[in-house]
């Protein structure tokens, strides 16, 4: 994915998905002589320290909390792995007297460090490694291995990476990461260390109950919707779906005279945080030579044309007939994108049955607030793109200063071609 936005915006973005921190945490520090590099004229190591003590003055009291680091006593060993601090209550200051004792000289054992510290949580029902590292891994450990061990093991594991001065967004760390079902951040000075510290200190946002819900149980759509420029031969509502096909190429945002964008004009976003999200299944075509049809399914916030925000699945009927989820803002008639390719035909993927899963199966799109910040995400019925694949995929942030308009969902092409979707449920989620 294009990273567009600082790590601070990732943090605020991302801050509902970081999963942990209830039970047990390993804070993992990098000891390794490359720590002793300077940014701002500071030290690594002295920049990581301050970070940490910054995280440990908002850390949740609820949470134990431990310290490891690597490599701070000897060069070229590579099980110079040492547990400063067992998981225990918040003791800051005990905490901070240990980082002190670290002084970087040695390898980067990224892999043995974290499977040691795993080893170490084995007793909590849900436990979180928080890896700081400046580097890639020295010692030959395969991360995206270990993060699928860790995954399948029998306790509830989480490892956050955070890459300070070192961006591996593509490769191992962050393959780690997303393996167990955490994240990796990027930072680049202190600020950004000290914000990707707190994301991933920062406990989940309780569960709330949606504060608006439909599931469109009844024979039409009645006073809480309306339609722009409603076409009745392209929708119906039958069997608890909004049953929707197309009827004129485009889709929402395209032109002012787009049919059958469906507004939710009853429900009211809140005026903080928030996730709008919708279930759906999509006919969206078959495989073909010359690629497919340009089938889009569309959720958002809609003024009208210069003024909308909206996540969507995106079939761009190309020669390689891939599929994309993106997320598009348009502000003032400005428009910013954030999207990530998620199948492809001639990228390994079983296209014909992941068209057949959209169909059959389902997905739930969702457009989540945080902020300023929005973000566009997927997720899957219980199947995956690939075997072993995520069943949840989400875009970069994308920034911008208000939102207006209502909830709406579309179902389109851009091509003549028809796609036929069925919408079974649109909900409205405040978050705290």
Partial sequence: ??????????ALATAGAAQAQTGQAMLVLDGSGSMWGRIDDRPKITIAREAVRAMLETWPQEQEIGLMAYGHRAEGDCADIETLVSPAPLDAAGLASAMERVSPRGKTPVGGAVERAAAELSGAEQASVIVVTDGLETCGADLCALGDRLAGGEIDLTAHVIGFDVDDSEGQLACLATATGGQYLAASDAATLTAALGQVSAPEPAP????????????????GWSVDHPDPSGFILDGGALVTMTVQPGYMGKRPDQANIFRWTEATLPEGDWDLAADFSARMGEVQSLGGRRAIVQLGRYEDVDNNIST?????GNSNDDLWLRLRAVSGGTETRAEVEIAGDTRG?????????????GARLTLEKRGRDYVGRLSMNGWAMQEGG????????????RSSGDPAIFAGTLGSEQTVAEFSRIEIREVE
């Fill in 349 to 361: 993927y079983d296209l014909a049955r992941i068209l057949r899963d959209f169909e059959e199966k």
């Fill in 312 to 316: 969507y699945v995106f079939r761009q």
């Fill in 1 to 10: 994915m294009r990273r567009l936005l600082s790590i601070l915006a990732i």
């Fill in 208 to 223: 709330s109950e949606p504060v608006f819900v439909d599931e469109f149980e009844r024979e039409a759509l009645g006073e």
């Fill in 390 to 401: 995520p069943e949840e995929i989400e875009t970069d942030p994308v920034q911008i200063l």
